[in-house]
């Protein structure tokens, strides 16, 4: 249920209802990668470009305040390693009240769908959104398609995913993209919840906006796009294009065109 302080507290993470979020909880996931060493500098760089809000499992919130020029904060609950036995049993990392003790504005939480940990993913998620709706937190929920025999670019197994974080009381869901616009217009009509994506690993900025060019020429609502963003030589410059596209309706060669980068890219 969206209570009035879920709805002020979404309109902090996001402008008029779209959303440019930069992941950056990877730390746990993959170590200390380029962009988040000093993520600081990384913190002030997105959100200088435009990026609505950035996510950090709760330990990183210290350094985020300070650099995040007034944008929105969204704290991790949980996660895994990929040197760690099975990456996709995520484990709990933080609750509700560890987030709003730290300042978010909102919580995520990532759901394996169709892997041998959805059940207990499944349980931890409905949990979350119960603890969160006490509060007035919104939920972002990265409900992904991902498990033996599952195809994590189908956009039927994506339409499942989305309508599952619906169905668990999420406020936003992030999932993967389908490939392209006519397909992804599936998943985004699979549920009343604004639809963002993953941006996956860093492809070359012309993919990468035009990765965002689709989502939103399919009615979906954004992207929640970590690697892509902050690994970037100039992560200013990439979330500059990704919001021109999110926020402005541009064009892919007018995003990349404001935003300094090559064309040819």
């Known amino acids: 249920m969206t209570t009035t302080g879920t709805q002020a507290r979404l309109e902090r993470i996001g402008t008029d209802g779209n959303y440019v979020i930069v992941p950056m909880d990877h730390g746990i996931t993959m170590g200390a990668v380029q962009g988040l060493k000093d993520i ?3 913190i002030d760089g997105v959100t200088r470009g435009g990026a609505d809000a950035v996510l950090t499992q709760k330990g990183i919130a210290p350094r985020v305040h300070e650099n995040k020029n007034g944008q929105g904060y969204i704290v991790h609950l949980n996660g895994s390693t990929t040197i760690g036995p099975d990456e996709r049993d995520k484990r709990m990392t933080g609750t509700v009240e560890e987030a709003i003790r730290a300042g978010a504005d909102a919580v ?3 759901i394996n769908v169709g892997s041998d940990h959805e059940p207990d993913q499944i349980t931890q998620l409905a949990e979350v959104t119960e603890a969160a709706d006490r509060f007035g937190i919104p939920v972002l929920a990265m409900a992904y398609a991902r498990g ?3 195809d994590s670019e189908d956009a039927e197994a994506l339409g499942h995913a989305v309508r ?3 169905e ?3 406020d936003l869901v992030k999932t993967g993209y389908s490939g392209d616009a006519e397909s ?3 998943v985004v009509e699979s549920t009343r919840l604004p639809v963002v994506i993953a941006g996956g690993s860093k492809g070359t900025d012309r993919e990468t906006i035009e990765m965002v060019r689709g989502v939103m020429d399919a009615g979906g609502s954004g992207v929640s796009m970590g690697r892509s963003i902050f690994q970037h030589e100039n992560p200013e410059a990439i979330a500059t294009a990704v919001s021109g596209v999110v926020h402005d309706d541009l064009s892919v060669d007018e995003a990349l065109r ?3 980068l090559a064309l040819e890219a």
């Open 40 to 42: 600081e500098s990384t």
């Open 108 to 110: 995520s939480f990532h």
């Open 148 to 150: 033996p025999g599952v």
């Open 164 to 166: 599952l974080a619906e």
């Open 168 to 170: 668990l009381g999420a």
């Open 184 to 186: 992804f217009q599936h």
């Open 258 to 260: 404001e935003a300094g």
